[in-house]
């Protein structure tokens, strides 16, 4: 990803089985992603409610497409 190209942060994942799943269905329609993962070994994770296990970001001209990729993939979940 170039520095020049902004990103926009557009889902907080619950678990890492969401994580996989979401990463790979935006990745083979060519939408780049990067994960911001929360891990905090200090606290063993007690805190994985309350923030997610990590924050998804894209490139901003891929983010309403990335969101309705989302959106389908989570079916009725609430994002």
């Known amino acids: 990803m170039s520095r020049k190209e902004k990103l ?3 889902h907080t994942f619950k678990n890492k089985v ?8 935006l990745e083979e329609v060519g ?3 990067m994960i911001q993962p929360f891990d905090d070994t200090a606290y063993n994770g007690i805190y994985t409610l ?8 894209v490139h901003q001209k891929d983010a309403e497409r990335a969101e309705e990729i ?3 993939q989570l079916g009725s979940e609430k994002l």
């Open 8 to 10: 926009v942060s557009i």
């Open 18 to 25: 969401e994580l996989a799943k979401l990463k790979k269905a």
């Open 31 to 33: 939408i780049q992603v």
């Open 50 to 57: 309350q923030k997610g296990v990590a924050k998804l970001w």
């Open 70 to 72: 989302v959106k389908e």
